[in-house]
């Protein structure tokens, strides 16, 4: 590297460095180890009958990619079909496929609420509808987490301070780094109450919650101020992401919503998995209470080692604390065979470094045994020891 093109990267090397002081510097590592950190919660991305249906799509002449955007030559019969019985799926009037749920939360969020409403977030939303709600018009709001009263005192105040327009709660049904649910009918009532929209993302929750996997909002199909996104990453086992909502939303998101209207539409074949994925959860409801079983018997056994999640559902939180000390516990026991990631700032608040454990169908109940004997351990203590949560 000559000294010109050096001197041009400084800026870029000192915040590296600078990140690697704070024990915060990334880095892309290959899979390896018993599965203890993906979101294939129900084990279907690499199940026989989503191959075999990618396969026959093959052969049947379904194209790899789209070719262009779905308001060109793009709109394939395969995101067609997906969208209907996807609707159908989850008891909503349409749905709308993109290419992931980070950019179908950045679309929505981008595109529906406008100048003059607001959103209020959830502390604790993914980024993309934090980054998404920066991007967008409409003012936005910051509630703690998992607490109506703090949502409800916001839009009072937004209101007695002369705000005007549409209201926009948004939440996760499931969050992804502790594991814990939000409380959807208080904030459905809410929502009612205010005449505002309430979206859900339902990352972490479809296919492992609900009739069916239908997810935690299933209870409040037909609302049409609830707009759900549905991750297709996760427990369908595939990629892409759903947003249900009314056919107004939707013909609205067609013709104004950038991300949309701008982008390759996704592979036709993604679209074949997803939906092969949705009718598995109607044919193989086993999957969903092994699961659920699974679930259960981690929660069980994290007691009787004396650390009790905070959570209970199959995203579990083990929290450090320390950033170097967090990625030191993950290592050791990556090196045993386990592959649990460690958690860092930004992407969990500071001084919460944890190790985010996730159950999958990818592991047996002897999987979860022999990693928490790995897990306390590597922690100083023994089953039994009672010595609390290691939090």
């Not at 018993?34 to 002449?61: C, H, Q, T, W």
């Not at 994290?302 to 929290?319: E, F, H, M, T």
């Amino acid at each position: 590297m000559n000294s010109t093109h050096a001197a041009k990267m400084t800026d870029y090397v000192a915040a590296l460095r600078a990140l690697e002081d704070d024990d915060r510097l990334r880095s892309l590592k290959p899979r390896a180890g018993i599965d203890f950190s993906s979101n294939d919660y129900l084990g279907l991305a690499s199940a026989p009958r989503m191959k075999r249906a990618v396969v026959a799509a093959l052969e049947a002449g379904t194209p790899i990619g789209a070719g262009g955007s779905r308001l060109l030559r793009g709109n394939c019969e395969e995101h067609e079909s997906l969208e209907a019985e996807a609707a159908r799926f989850f008891g909503a009037e349409t749905a709308l496929f993109f290419g992931g749920g980070y950019v179908a939360n950045f679309a929505v969020l981008t595109t529906l609420p406008q100048r003059g409403d607001l959103l209020v977030l959830d502390s604790l939303v993914h980024a993309s509808i934090h980054e998404g709600a920066r991007a967008g018009r409409a003012d936005f709001r910051i509630s703690a987490h998992n607490d109506p009263e703090s949502v409800e005192s916001t839009i009072r105040d937004w209101r007695a301070k002369g705000g005007t327009g549409r209201i926009w709660i948004v939440v996760e049904s499931l969050y992804s780094m502790d594991g814990d649910f939000a409380p959807l009918g208080e904030l459905v009532a809410m929502a009612d109450r205010y005449e505002a929209f309430l979206v859900v993302d339902e990352a972490h929750a479809t296919g492992v919650y609900g009739k069916q996997g239908r997810g935690l909002t299933a209870p409040y199909d037909g609302h049409e101020n609830l707009l759900v996104v549905h991750t297709c990453g996760k427990a369908l086992g595939a990629a892409g992401a759903l947003v249900t909502a009314s056919g107004v939303l939707r013909d609205f998101m067609v013709n104004r919503c950038r991300p949309f209207i701008f982008a390759t539409a996704p592979s036709p074949l993604t679209a074949v998995a997803v939906r092969e994925a949705l009718i598995i959860l109607q044919e193989e409801p086993e999957r969903q209470r092994h699961l659920e079983n699974l679930v259960a018997f981690t929660h069980r056994e994290l007691v009787a080692c004396g650390r009790p999640s905070p959570s209970n559902s199959q995203i579990i939180p083990y929290i450090v604390g320390d950033n170097a000390r967090a990625m030191r516990l993950a290592s050791a026991l990556q090196a045993r065979g386990f592959d649990i990631r460690g958690i860092r700032p930004p992407t969990v608040p500071k001084g919460t470094a944890r190790l985010r454990i996730s159950l999958t169908l990818n592991v047996t109940e002897a999987d979860v045994s022999h990693m928490l004997d790995a897990l306390v351990e590597e922690t100083g203590a023994t089953r039994g020891e009672g010595r609390g949560s290691g939090h």
